[in-house]
C-alpha cells in the first residue's frame, strides 16, 4: 500500500494531539516521521525518532532519517558522518540515492572524490539517475570505465527522458574513453536531442564523430553548435576540416568566406587560400594571399603560402624573387635565417622535381607551334546572328527527318500507327466514360469531349517525356561537331508537336466525318492553347532531366507528376462536376485552366468562373524558361 | 588551328572532383599537322579528343576551331540502324553541307556494299556495318580528322584500302590521333601531346614526346 506523504503528514500534523493507537506501529511512526520531515518540521521529527529507543529493529532506518533531518537543516557534515557509518553497516542498500548525492557531493570537496567513490560504492546508485550520474563520474575519474558503463546503462534503461538524454550524453563520452567512437557518436546523437541547447556539447560531439568518420553527422553538429551561437572562430576550423575531409572544397570556401565577411583574421584567411590552392584555384588563392601580405608584409605563413602557390604554378622565378626580396627588406624575425633556408629548400626542390620527374614537364613554356596564337576578336562573336540560325535549322531539320524516316518510316503502317495509338486510347477510355459517366458535360458530344482533353494532354505528355530523354537518346550524334545539345532537344520536341497538331487534325476530321458536327470558335486560340501544352512539356521535361543529373529519382517524380496531372487535369470531367472545395482547388491546376479554355472554343456551353487562361499561359512559359535555364545550368556536366 | 582557350574538364564524382584536364591555353596546328595524343591509361585522352569533337562542354574556357574537324573517326556517330545506308549518308551530308552524290558515290565504292546501301542499317553484319562507318566517315573533306585508336576496320584488304585512303587524306589534312601505341604513333604522327596527371604537355618532337611517355609509363609501372 502507497502512503501519500504530504497527505498524511497534513492530516497528522493538523491534530491537536496524535492518536496513540496510531503510533502503535513502528512503520506508521516511521511515516509519520518522514511526513513531518517533509513538512520541515524537524523538532517533532526528533522528537518522535527518540521514541524509537537504539536496540530497536528499524535502527538503520531511524538513523537515515536522522542523516535526512541533519542535512535538511543544512547540517552536512554531521549528516554525512552518519551516513558513511550507516555506509559501513550492513544497511547500506537502504540509504536512498538522493541522500547518498548530497553526502557524496560533500565527501568529494571534503577529502576528495576517491573518498565519494568509495562511499558511493557501497549504495545502490541505479535508482536515482542524479546520482547514478555523479557515481559514473567518479568511477570514470577512478579509470572503472567498464563498471561506469554498467551503471549509466543500467539506469538510462529505467529513466524516461528528458533526464535519460543526460545518462546517453555521458555513456557516449565514457565510449570516447574507451575509444568506441562509432557507439559514442550513436549515444551522442541519441542525448544531443533532448538536452537543452548549448554549442559546446555539439562541438565535442562533432569532434566525436568526426573521430568515427561519421562526417555528415560532424559538420550538422557543428552547423547547430553555429546555431546555438558558437563562436566563430571556435568553429571554423573543425568545419573547413571536416568539409574538405569530405571533398566538399566549395562548402569549405563557403564558410571561409562567411566567416571573414564578419571578422577579418589573415589566419582564416590563409585557410580560405589553402582552400582554393586545394581546389585547383590558383589565381584566387595567390589573390588571398596577397591581400593578407598587403596588410601584413612580413607574415611568414602567408610569405611560405605565397612561394608555395607560385611553385606549383611552376613560377620558380617569381618565387626565388618573393624569397629575395624578402631576405633583403626584413632584417627581422629571430628565426628569420631557417625560415629563409626553408623557403630556398623548398624552391630547390621544385627545380629538381622540374628536372627529373616528368610530371612536371607542364610547368616548361610551350613550344612555339603550340603557342596560343589566338586573338581578342577570334574570342568575340563574328559574323552575322543569320549563319548559325539558319546553320542551326538545317541540323534540326535534317535530324527531324531522320528521325521521322527512323520513328515511323519502318513500317508501312508507320505513320498510321502514330493516329491508331491515340485512337485505341481514346475509345477505351470513351467506353468506360459511356458506361460510368452517361452525361457529358457542356453538351458536348463524347467524341469531341474526350478528344479535346486526351489530346490536347498529349501535347504536355508526350512532349514531357522527348524532352526529358532528347539529349539522352540522341548522345551519339553529339560526336558530330556541328551538332548541340539544343539541337537535338528542339528536333525531339518538334517533331512531337508536328505529329500531335498532325494526329488533333485528323481527329477533328474524324469527327467532322462521322456526322459529329465540329464547330471551333476560334481556332487561333486553340492553336496557342495547345502551343502553351507543349511549351509546358517541353519545360518541364528539360527541367527534370537537369535534375537527374544530380538525384537519380527525379525522372522518378517528373513521371509520378505526369500521372498525376493525366488524372486531375480535366480529362475526363469538367470542374463543376466537383465538390465545391475541390473544384476552388482543381483551379490551381494549369493544365485544367488551358484545357477548359480549349473547350470553350469548342462549345457555348462552358462557363467556368475562376479559370483563367493567362494563369495557365504564365505557368507553361514559366516552366519553359525554367527548364531551358536548368539545361543551361547543368549542360556542362 | 584549333584553339583551347583555359580549357579544363573535371567530373563531379561520389568522391569528390577529378579533374581530367587542367586550365590549359594553347593552339593546335590542326592543319596539315598529325598530332598524337599519347597518355596512360585513364588519363584522359578520348574524353580530350570528345571535347574537341564537341560530343561534351568543357567545365571551364572554350574551345575555339577554326578548321572543320570531323567526329572521331570509325565511331559511327548517328547511324542509325533502323534507316538505310542512303538515308544515313543523305543525313551527315546534309548537316555537315557536303554534297550527297558525291558522298553516296565514295561510299558505294569504297564500302563495296552496292545494293546493300538500300536496305537497313540495322541489317547489317559487323563486318559489313564497320565498312559503312568507316566509309562514311571519309566521305566528307576535313580540316582535321579526329582518331581514337582506330585507323583502320574490316577484313585485311579492306584495312589496307583504308590505310592508303588516310595517307592521301593526310596530304591536305591534319589529325589527331589518340594511341598508347608508340609504334602506330611513329608511322602517322609528326608531333605530340603527352597528357599526363590532367596537364597537356605539348612536343614539337616526336622522340622528345614518346621518351616522355616511356618515363612516365615506367613511372607508372613501378
Known amino acids: 500500500m502507497t502512503v501519500d506523504l504530504n497527505e498524511s503528514a497534513t492530516i497528522l500534523v493538523s491534530m491537536p494531539t496524535v492518536d496513540s493507537q496510531l503510533l502503535q506501529s513502528p512503520r506508521n511512526l516511521l511515516l509519520f516521521i518522514e511526513a513531518l520531515i517533509s513538512k520541515s518540521r524537524f523538532g517533532a521529527a526528533e522528537h518522535y525518532l527518540d521514541c524509537f529507543g537504539h536496540n530497536c529493529d528499524l535502527a538503520p532506518q531511524v538513523q537515515i532519517l536522522r542523516a535526512r533531518i541533519l542535512l535538511s537543516r543544512g547540517d552536512i557534515e554531521k549528516g554525512t558522518q552518519l551516513l558513511v557509518a550507516i555506509a559501513q553497516s550492513p544497511a547500506a542498500a537502504a540509504i536512498p540515492p538522493d541522500l547518498a548525492a548530497q553526502a557524496a557531493a560533500r565527501l568529494e570537496r571534503q577529502y576528495g572524490w576517491s573518498a565519494a567513490l568509495a562511499f558511493l560504492n557501497k549504495i545502490n546508485t541505479v535508482a536515482d539517475p542524479e546520482t547514478a550520474l555523479l557515481h559514473a563520474k567518479l568511477l570514470a575519474l577512478a579509470r572503472k570505465i567498464p563498471a561506469a558503463v554498467a551503471l549509466v546503462e543500467r539506469c538510462a534503461m529505467r529513466t524516461p527522458f528528458p533526464v535519460r538524454a543526460r545518462l546517453l550524453y555521458l555513456h557516449g563520452r565514457l565510449k570516447v574513453l574507451q575509444k568506441d567512437y562509432v557507439k559514442a557518436t550513436f549515444s551522442m546523437g541519441r542525448g544531443l536531442t533532448q538536452l537543452p541547447p548549448d554549442w559546446r556539447l555539439y562541438c565535442r560531439a562533432a569532434m566525436v564523430a568526426e573521430k568515427a568518420s561519421n562526417l555528415r553527422a560532424a559538420e550538422r553538429w557543428l552547423g547547430m553548435a553555429v546555431s546555438f551561437g558558437a563562436p566563430p572562430m571556435t568553429i571554423i576550423r573543425p568545419m573547413t576540416r571536416l568539409r574538405l575531409a569530405s571533398g566538399n572544397i566549395q562548402g569549405a570556401v563557403q564558410s571561409l568566406r562567411a566567416v571573414l565577411s564578419k571578422l577579418h583574421d589573415p589566419n582564416v584567411q590563409l585557410l580560405l587560400a589553402k582552400c582554393l590552392l586545394d581546389s585547383e584555384r590558383r589565381p584566387q588563392a595567390l589573390a588571398e594571399v596577397e591581400d593578407v601580405l598587403r596588410q601584413f608584409p612580413d607574415h611568414l605563413d602567408a610569405k611560405r603560402m605565397q612561394v608555395e602557390i607560385l611553385l606549383s604554378a611552376g613560377r620558380v622565378s617569381d618565387a626565388t624573387f618573393v624569397i629575395e626580396e624578402f631576405a633583403e627588406r626584413v632584417s627581422y624575425p629571430p628565426g628569420k635565417g631557417r625560415f629563409l633556408s626553408e623557403l630556398q629548400d623548398l624552391v630547390a626542390k621544385c627545380e629538381e622535381e622540374t628536372n627529373r620527374n616528368p610530371a612536371q614537364f607542364h610547368m616548361s613554356p610551350l613550344p612555339p607551334a603550340f603557342r596560343l596564337s589566338v586573338s581578342e576578336r577570334d574570342l568575340e562573336f563574328q559574323g552575322s546572328l543569320f549563319a548559325p540560325l539558319k546553320a542551326q535549322v538545317n541540323i534540326v531539320g535534317a535530324i527531324i527527318i531522320r528521325e521521322t524516316v527512323g520513328r515511323f518510316g519502318e513500317t508501312r503502317l508507320g505513320y498510321l500507327w502514330a493516329i491508331l495509338e491515340p485512337c485505341v486510347q481514346i475509345i477505351v477510355l470513351a467506353v468506360i466514360y459511356w458506361i460510368a459517366m452517361k452525361k457529358i458535360p457542356y453538351n458536348m458530344s463524347l467524341g469531341q469531349f474526350l478528344i479535346t482533353g486526351i489530346l490536347s494532354f498529349f501535347f504536355f505528355m508526350n512532349t514531357y517525356n522527348r524532352a526529358a530523354i532528347a539529349v539522352r537518346s540522341g548522345g551519339n550524334l553529339l560526336a558530330h561537331p556541328a551538332i548541340k545539345q539544343i539541337d537535338l532537344i528542339w528536333s525531339a520536341t518538334i517533331l512531337e508537336l508536328a505529329t500531335q497538331f498532325g494526329i488533333f487534325t485528323c481527329f477533328m476530321v474524324g469527327t467532322a466525318l462521322s456526322g459529329d458536327p465540329v464547330r471551333i470558335g476560334n481556332p487561333l486560340v486553340v492553336g496557342l492553347c495547345l502551343i502553351l501544352m507543349w511549351c509546358g512539356g517541353v519545360g518541364l521535361g528539360l527541367f527534370v532531366d537537369a535534375m537527374a543529373q544530380y538525384v537519380g529519382w527525379a525522372r522518378l517524380i517528373g513521371w509520378a507528376v505526369v500521372r498525376k496531372l493525366f488524372f486531375a487535369s480535366g480529362l475526363f470531367f469538367a470542374p463543376e462536376q466537383l465538390p465545391s472545395w475541390l473544384e476552388k482547388i482543381s483551379m490551381y491546376n494549369p493544365l485544367l485552366n488551358i484545357i477548359t479554355e480549349i473547350r470553350a472554343n469548342f462549345s457555348p456551353f462552358v462557363h467556368t468562373p475562376g479559370l483563367s487562361l493567362s494563369y495557365g499561359a504564365a505557368w507553361c512559359l514559366g516552366t519553359l524558361m525554367l527548364g531551358f535555364t536548368a539545361h543551361l545550368a547543368v549542360r556542362r556536366r | ?222
Open chain 2, 1 to 222: 588551328m584549333i584553339h583551347l582557350v583555359d580549357v579544363s574538364k573535371s567530373y563531379i564524382t561520389e568522391r569528390g572532383v577529378k579533374t581530367v584536364i587542367h586550365p590549359t591555353s594553347m593552339s593546335l596546328p590542326a592543319h596539315k599537322k598529325r598530332i598524337a595524343v599519347l597518355g596512360l591509361n585513364g588519363a584522359g585522352k578520348s574524353t580530350f579528343v570528345r571535347l574537341i569533337a564537341g560530343m561534351e562542354e568543357p567545365t571551364t574556357g572554350r574551345i575555339l576551331k577554326k578548321c572543320s574537324v570531323s567526329w572521331p573517326l570509325g565511331s559511327g556517330p548517328g547511324v542509325h540502324g533502323k534507316v538505310s545506308g542512303i538515308e544515313n549518308i543523305r543525313f551527315i551530308t546534309r548537316i555537315y553541307g557536303a554534297d550527297f552524290y558525291e558522298a553516296v558515290g565514295f561510299v558505294e565504292e569504297f564500302s563495296e556494299l552496292g545494293r546493300a546501301l538500300y536496305d537497313p542499317v540495322s541489317t547489317y553484319s559487323a563486318g559489313t556495318r564497320a565498312k559503312f562507318i568507316y566509309s562514311l566517315s571519309l566521305a566528307i573533306d576535313f580540316d582535321c580528322y579526329l582518331l581514337d585508336e582506330l585507323v583502320a576496320a574490316g577484313d585485311f584488304r579492306f584495312q589496307k584500302k583504308s590505310r592508303e585512303i588516310l595517307a592521301k587524306k593526310f596530304d591536305k589534312s591534319g589529325m589527331l590521333f589518340v594511341s598508347h601505341s608508340e609504334l602506330k604513333v611513329r608511322q602517322y604522327c609528326n608531333m605530340a601531346l603527352v597528357l599526363h596527371n590532367g596537364y597537356l604537355v605539348p612536343f614539337e618532337n616526336l622522340d622528345e614526346a614518346t621518351e616522355f611517355y616511356l618515363a612516365i609509363k615506367h613511372d607508372s609501372a613501378e
